[in-house]
């Protein structure tokens, strides 16, 4: 019955980490008001979808966040839709779809995956395929991670191939592996 509780109570522990790790998938938010630098081998700005698509060794960062994929599309608000938000709310950035090796740092936290979408409004960032986070040496791996930033919630699916199940790890005190994305 140990190892059960121990289990549960890890589940208890991760899902306000993956809330609050995934910050670092928080773009808009995860620096405040820092400004975001984003360098890559080709920039192509994308008026008319509302976008700048950026291609080749993406390297985004605003404050401690870091999002590195080999393409990043960032789609912001128009003027209308912006027009439309409440005076109190003050943002430009509509979504940002990431692929390629995505991997998004924050406050010593990692998460991995094929493909990355965060959506502002919602405040919900979606890591599809191959997804693994990391908190110290704790590791959450499925093929999609679902983060509710503002609710705290987050979801770990597994994906349709028979035998792909979610698994997590948990390491109390500091032992196990060593912690981030293995080389």
């Known amino acids: 019955m140990k190892p059960l509780l121990r289990f549960l109570c890890g589940i208890v522990f991760l899902s306000p980490f993956l809330a609050a790790s995934l910050g670092l998938a928080a773009p808009a938010s995860a620096g405040g008001k820092a400004p975001i630098h984003i360098e890559a081998d080709r920039m192509v700005s994308l008026k008319n979808d509302n976008a700048v698509l950026f291609t080749g060794n993406v390297d985004a960062r605003q404050g401690q966040m870091v999002i590195r994929a080999a393409e990043?599309?960032?789609?912001?608000?128009?003027?209308?839709?912006?027009?439309?938000?409440?005076?109190?709310?003050?943002?430009?950035?509509?979504?940002?779809?990431?692929?390629?090796?995505?991997?998004?740092?924050?406050?010593?936290?990692?998460?991995?995956?094929?493909?990355?979408?965060?959506?502002?409004?919602?405040?919900?960032?979606?890591?599809?395929?191959?997804?693994?986070?990391?908190?110290?040496?704790?590791?959450?791996?499925?093929?999609?991670?679902?983060?509710?930033?503002?609710?705290?919630?987050?979801?770990v699916e597994r994906g349709e191939k028979k035998g792909e199940r979610v698994k997590a790890f948990f390491y109390p005190g500091g032992e196990g592996p060593q912690s981030g994305p293995q080389q």
């Open 72 to 155: 990043m599309t960032v789609y912001y608000l128009s003027n209308e839709e912006k027009a439309k938000l409440p005076q109190s709310e003050e943002r430009s950035l509509k979504k940002l779809f990431a692929s390629g090796n995505v991997e998004i740092q924050n406050d010593g936290m990692t998460g991995t995956g094929d493909k990355m979408e965060y959506y502002e409004a919602e405040r919900k960032m979606i890591l599809i395929g191959n997804s693994k986070v990391w908190q110290d040496n704790n590791l959450v791996t499925g093929h999609t991670v679902v983060v509710f930033l503002d609710q705290g919630k987050s979801i």
